[in-house]
Structure formats: structure tokens, C-alpha cells
């Protein structure tokens, strides 16, 4: 017998029709033995009307108004499958986030979990119920009520199956798993059988969405089994674990790309102790973080140097007259910006133990003419930022260049 968390994603829940859907592969599992506790997201599109309601009414909403309003997506769903796992015969009960109770600290629309207490729900599996919790949503030690960022039902599903040491924490989406790249754009992705923490956090943070971030660091630092799979039918989809001999082999497991960065160039600034840390020291201060950084020497005797950075876009209209600012105090002779840059990586544990991954990575964008205009790397991951006209044709590239199309991914 078995504790098993499983997490329904908006498209999951919605209509009435999958709901139900819902509610039958809940009860199935609890058939087969199982403890069940369900975890529901908004039905699609719900929170987005949600927000849209409140900016109708005020540009800047009240944050802490904002999430009461938010939160209602999720008790919705909530409810609607906990009465669809009764009408189908089942024993159920829905509990919000404040019942379980999910205790975060108060930092309305992005909450963090703090602690979560799991005996309102084990009293409820004790009894053969099917507890029915309502994602996304928490309360502060004033009992007010918070959410978890976009996309933080996969985060309150996890956190749940951690506190309740859940055996498994299935995550049901839209998709078949987690793919060795965008299939959108590269038909030769391949669903990815086993993938790591690690590597999924990587994944993640470059613009995979299928998982949100904080969801995979819960994950990695409880050890909780994560397995993403499709909510339309029963084929196994991608388990998220821990790295094992298996994994380390892989030398890329995918290839993720990132639209959301803007490159901007500062010429010639005086190359001198301290330039640098003016630059990036104001737009700390500013609060926005800065991707990869690229300084070169420039040639001829007054010793200037262009200095090279990424941020994301949606900090750039605000960050804009900083830069420019610090640029005419540094004596820069111009400042560019560029929005049409796309970041393309490479990830995979094995390039721990692999010489020359990045070299021919280089070599593969090389070959189709692609210019890089900047690179970053960790452990794990090669990135390079390349005109993003070239988004599609340097996945696929180096999709088919590593050959990923052919892997065939180690098995749970
Ligand atoms: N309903 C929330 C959102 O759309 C949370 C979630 O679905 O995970 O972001
Ligand atoms: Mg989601």
C-alpha cells in the first residue's frame, strides 16, 4: 500500500467532462490499493480572468487582495472534484490551503511555504477518504491568504507529498513528460524516460515550463519521486529523481531555449579597477539581475574596454535609464540594446565527466553559419545567446548534433 499525491494542471480540469476524468483515475488508484490525495490547479484560463477582473478595477491591485481573488480558481476545482469523486461513487473531501493548513511567510502573489501540517489529511485517507487539496494557495501567521507564484500548484503538490512522505507525486499535464527539447520546433524531441533534479532545475530555469522551479527544488532537497505524465491517457511520462549511474552517463539530456533575455552592450568604457563594479553595482541596487557578463579589451592605446550583459526583458524599460545613466558617468561612447536574442543551452550531467561538449556545441552552431555572441556555463550547461532568428534552426542542430533523437533514455 502506497501514499500517492497526484496534481492536476489547469488543462487537466478543464471542463466538467475531465474533471470527471479526474475523479476516476483517483478513485482507480485508490482501488489498486492506494492512499489518494489529489491536488487541483484552476481550471484553464481561470486565473488569468481572475487577474484580468482585478486590473479592470485598478491598475495596481492590492497584492494582498490580489490573492484572495486569485485564490479562488483553485477552491473552485477543489470542491467541483471532490463532489465528482462522490457522484462516481467515490469518498472525498476538499480542504484549502488555510484547512491543511499550508503555512507561508506573507509575501503576497509569491508566497513560501513554510510548513505544512498533514493530519487534517491523514485523518481523512484514515477514514477511506480521497482528499481533494486546492492548489496554489497558502496562509501567513496573520491567516491571511497567500499563493505561490504562477504556476505553484506543481510546488504545493510537491511540498504536500514531502510533508506527508507520499511514496510518489505524480504531476498530471497536458503533455506526455518532460521532452528532450521544445517538440514545437523540433519534431525529433523525444520524451525523456528518467531525468534528474539537477538537470530538470536547469530545464526549468531555461525556459522548460513544464514544472515550476521552486516545485523541483522541493522536490531535490525531500528526495520526492516526481513523475510527469499525461492526464488524456496512461502511458508512463518522465520520472524526476535522483541522479543515479544511469543519469551521469547521459551527456545532454535536452536542449532548452529562452526568449525572455535582452542583450545590452556598453562601448568603450575606460578599462580601469572599479568600472565594472559601478556598472553592476546600480543595477543591483535597482534590483535587477544580470545573466551572463562578457568584458572585452578593445583595441588601441586609450584602453578602453565594451562591456556585454544579459537581463531579462521585463526588467528593461525600467532599467533602461539606469544603464544609460551609469554609461555617460563611465564614459561610455554609446549603449545598445538588443530584444531580439534568443538563449539556446545545453544540459546534461554527464558533461561533469565529458571534455569538449562546449567545443562542439560551438562547432555545431558554427557549421550553420549562427553566429554566438555570448556564452555562459555551469557544471551542467552550456549556453549561448544567437540571434533569436535563429531560435529553431540551432535547436534543432544541436538536437540532432548531439544526438538526442537517437538516445535511448535509461528506465526507472
Ligand atoms: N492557477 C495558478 C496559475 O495559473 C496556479 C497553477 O495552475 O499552478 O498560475
Ligand atoms: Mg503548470
Same mark, same amino acid.
Given at each position: ?108 502573489? +509569491? ?97 522548460? +515550463? ?49 526568449k525572455g533575455d535582452a542583450r545590452v552592450h556598453v562601448t568603450g568604457v ?5 568600472v565594472v563594479?559601478e556598472l553592476f553595482g546600480a543595477l543591483a541596487e535597482k534590483n535587477i539581475s544580470v545573466d551572463m557578463i ?12 565594451d562591456v556585454t550583459f544579459t537581463l531579462p526583458k521585463t526588467d528593461l524599460a525600467r532599467g533602461r535609464p539606469f544603464i544609460d545613466e551609469v554609461g555617460k558617468r563611465l564614459g561610455a561612447l554609446e549603449v545598445r540594446y538588443d530584444e531580439d536574442i ?31 555572441q555570448a ?10 545567446v544567437?540571434?533569436a ?24
Amino acid at each position: 500500500m502506497a501514499l500517492v499525491v497526484q496534481k492536476f494542471g489547469g488543462t487537466s480540469v478543464g471542463n466538467i467532462d475531465r474533471i470527471r476524468n479526474v475523479a476516476r483515475r483517483a478513485i482507480a488508484t485508490q482501488k489498486a490499493g492506494n492512499d489518494v490525495v489529489v491536488i487541483v490547479s484552476a481550471m484553464s484560463g481561470e486565473t488569468n480572468r481572475l487577474l484580468a477582473l482585478a486590473h479592470e478595477v485598478v491598475k495596481v491591485p492590492d497584492a494582498r487582495e490580489m490573492d484572495v481573488i486569485a485564490s479562488t480558481g483553485e477552491q473552485v476545482t477543489a470542491a467541483l472534484t471532490a463532489m465528482a469523486i462522490q457522484s462516481e461513487g467515490g469518498q472525498a473531501r476538499s480542504l484549502l490551503g488555510h484547512q491543511v493548513k499550508v503555512l507561508t511567510d506573507g509575501a503576497f502573489t +509569491k508566497a513560501r511555504i513554510k510548513a505544512i501540517d498533514g493530519s487534517k489529511i491523514f485523518d481523512a485517507t484514515k477514514k477511506g477518504e480521497i482528499v481533494v487539496v486546492a492548489g496554489f494557495q497558502g496562509v501567513n501567521e496573520s491567516g491571511d491568504i497567500t499563493t505561490l507564484g504562477r504556476g505553484g500548484s506543481d510546488t504545493s503538490a510537491v511540498a504536500i507529498a514531502a510533508a506527508i512522505s507520499a511514496d510518489a507525486c505524480e504531476i498530471y499535464t497536458d503533455v506526455d513528460g518532460v521532452y528532450t527539447t521544445d517538440p514545437n520546433i523540433c519534431p525529433s524531441a523525444r520524451k525523456i524516460a528518467k531525468i534528474s533534479y539537477e538537470e530538470m532545475l536547469e530545464l526549468a530555469s531555461l525556459g522548460a +515550463k513544464v514544472l515550476q522551479i521552486r516545485s523541483v527544488e522541493i522536490a531535490m532537497k525531500y528526495g520526492v519521486p516526481v513523475h510527469v505524465r499525461s492526464s488524456f491517457n496512461d502511458a508512463p511520462g518522465t520520472w524526476v529523481t535522483r541522479e543515479d549511474k544511469s543519469l551521469e552517463d547521459v551527456v545532454v539530456a535536452g536542449i532548452a531555449y529562452d526568449k525572455g533575455d535582452a542583450r545590452v552592450h556598453v562601448t568603450g568604457v575606460e578599462d580601469k579597477p572599479g568600472v565594472v563594479a559601478e556598472l553592476f553595482g546600480a543595477l543591483a541596487e535597482k534590483n535587477i539581475s544580470v545573466d551572463m557578463i562578457i568584458q572585452n579589451a578593445t583595441k588601441g592605446h586609450n584602453e578602453r574596454a565594451d562591456v556585454t550583459f544579459t537581463l531579462p526583458k521585463t526588467d528593461l524599460a525600467r532599467g533602461r535609464p539606469f544603464i544609460d545613466e551609469v554609461g555617460k558617468r563611465l564614459g561610455a561612447l554609446e549603449v545598445r540594446y538588443d530584444e531580439d536574442i534568443v538563449k539556446v543551452s545545453i544540459v546534461g550531467l554527464g558533461m561533469r565527466s565529458h571534455a569538449g561538449i562546449a567545443a562542439k556545441m560551438f562547432r555545431i552552431l558554427a557549421t550553420e553559419g549562427i553566429n554566438i555572441q555570448a556564452i555562459s556555463t555551469s557544471e551542467i550547461k552550456v549556453s549561448c545567446v544567437v540571434a533569436a532568428k535563429y531560435t529553431e534552426l540551432a535547436v534543432r542542430a544541436l538536437h540532432d548534433g548531439f544526438g538526442l533523437e537517437k538516445t535511448v533514455g535509461p528506465t526507472p
